[in-house]
């Protein structure tokens, strides 16, 4: 369906004499009604570098660029927390299968099929846990004390904390699940939790540990 202004952009040339467009001598001069403004399109490019320009020189852009570095420090020095884990209140142990089913072909860079879609795979079947994994909240001592004390070879995963500080004090490596990816894999709630190989699957137990501190006799219960 035509448009209105279509229908009356035909009308108008079907209208036209034979010979063509009418000469000029019968058109006529409205002049300008309003007012008018010339077409002015800053460049942004230009916009940015001035506006760069003045932020350096009122010396916002070097309390911006400091402030940026601080923020990128602190997430570094102490990320985020996991959030909904809090400490064990009782001794709870269950078993973890990590078997998953591939949601689509698993190929090499050259084409090799490792995996097809719809496949189990059980990756305890190819390689074995070789050290228990040890989830503590690294912002409480006793945890982190318990950790240190596992008498295994362990990795220390913090689900809070500051696992750079944890680490120039203790000397040994301190991980953290950012994103909380591994905590929302083995569905852990509380923490000090310790997952560890039992055979074919894994188990998670979780240990509720004393905040107490026994070498002050006078802290109360």
Not at 45 to 64: C, D, N, P, V
Not at 76 to 90: H, K, N, R, S, Y
Request: without cysteine.
């Amino acid at each position: 369906m035509m448009r209105p202004a279509a229908i009356l952009l035909a009308a108008g040339l079907a209208a036209l004499p034979a010979t063509g467009i009418p000469p000029a001598a019968s058109a006529k001069d409205l002049g300008v009604r309003g007012a008018t403004w010339p077409v002015a399109e800053p460049d942004l490019l230009e916009e940015i570098e001035t506006r760069l320009l003045e932020m350096r020189r009122s010396g916002a852009l070097a309390r911006f660029e400091t402030e940026a570095r601080e923020r990128a420090r602190r997430r570094i020095e102490e990320p985020d927390p996991v959030p909904g884990v809090a400490p064990a209140l009782e001794h709870r142990s269950r078993p973890f299968d990590p078997a998953f089913t591939v949601a689509r072909d698993i190929r090499t860079p050259d084409g090799t099929l490792i995996a097809a879609a719809g496949t189990r795979v059980d990756p305890l079947e190819r390689i074995a846990l070789s050290r228990d994994l040890l989830f503590v909240d690294g912002r409480r001592a006793a945890e982190v004390a318990w950790a240190l004390a596992h008498g295994r070879p362990a990795k220390i995963v913090l689900l809070a904390g500051r696992p750079l500080e944890l680490m120039r004090r203790h000397g040994r490596p301190f991980f953290f699940d950012s994103g909380g990816w591994l905590a929302a894999r083995f569905g852990l709630r509380f923490t000090p939790a310790l997952v560890e190989q039992d055979g074919t699957r894994l188990r998670i137990t979780e240990i509720p540990v004393d905040d107490r501190d026994p070498s002050n006799p006078q802290q109360e219960e």
